[in-house]
């Protein structure tokens, strides 16, 4: 009802995925959907509000609308121009990943802490998310891994030339993401390090969640890397201590149930 009540609607198009299409919606609406990219919203963003303080202006987000920071920077420019703004909230993959039955609140509590697995180029591999996990495998909780997504991204030769070409968007695997993790626990053993996650690390691998073809798979960190999830976007979890409940769920999903639990029971409480 307030989409539809708003003269100018526009959908925000980099954080993440709208899974229905941008077609459903505007059908559903009855409302033409402006696409807003990371540019428009950064850099154009009094764009975007203009005329608001005297007609409605719809800024749709793909899950909660401040899970990405830069809303809020929208928020900010309103106030000081003196527009009124409401926000209606919805569920975003920091809730909705409780579907894969981890816990993330009340009784056995194991806060699932978020990093990002950013993609890795020939020479830039950075590693420090590698330690948020591990620092929080130590202290017996889960890890929420958002998946990197790189969309409108220009290359180094465009950028630098000035030119508007764009490469193609690429989204983050958790085949992908898995072979990051395998790659860093491997150049820290030869640096001689005792990692506290490992190749038989359980691990959740998900896709498209909230959506009809949802998919969730768990197994070791070595089984994620070629567990075949389908489109994006994807999110994975690496597991810390878990309660018994936790690793019953789990085991709805498990990629090898002998493995699994041979693994995941070393990690109980």
Not at 99 to 120: R, S
Request: hydrophobic share 40%; glycine share 6%.
């Amino acid at each position: 009802e307030a989409v539809r009540r708003c003269r100018r609607v526009y959908l925000e198009a980099y954080t993440s995925v709208l899974t229905v299409g941008k077609e459903a919606l505007e059908e559903f609406y009855g409302k033409e959907l402006i696409l807003a990219d990371r540019e428009m919203v950064e850099q154009e963003a009094d764009t975007l509000l203009k005329e608001a303080d005297v007609c409605d202006v719809a800024f749709l987000v793909v899950g909660d609308p401040f899970g990405a920071t830069t809303h809020s920077d929208l928020v900010l420019r309103a106030v000081k121009l003196g527009i009124p703004y409401k926000v209606i909230h919805n569920a975003s993959i920091m809730n909705a990943v409780g579907c894969c039955g981890l816990q993330v609140t009340f009784l056995y509590m194991h806060i699932l802490y978020i990093c990002i697995l950013l993609f890795w180029t020939d020479t830039w591999k950075p590693e420090s998310f590698f330690d948020k996990i591990e620092k929080n495998r130590r202290s017996g909780m889960h890890t929420l891994c958002l998946l990197d997504i790189k969309v409108k991204e220009q290359s180094l030769e465009n950028l630098m030339k000035g030119r508007k070409i764009y490469e193609p968007p690429r989204y983050m695997s958790v085949n992908q993401a898995a072979e990051q993790l395998l790659a860093i626990i491997q150049n820290r053993r030869l640096q001689g390090e005792k990692t506290e996650t490992t190749e038989n690390t359980v691990c959740v691998g998900l896709a498209r969640v909230g959506a009809p073809d949802e998919k969730i798979a768990a197994g070791t960190l070595q089984q994620m890397s070629s567990v075949e999830l389908g489109g994006p976007l994807h999110s994975l979890i690496v597991t810390g201590t878990m309660h018994p409940l936790e690793l019953e769920m789990l085991k709805l999903f498990s990629v090898d149930s002998s493995s699994f639990e041979n693994n995941a029971c070393q990690r109980t409480t």
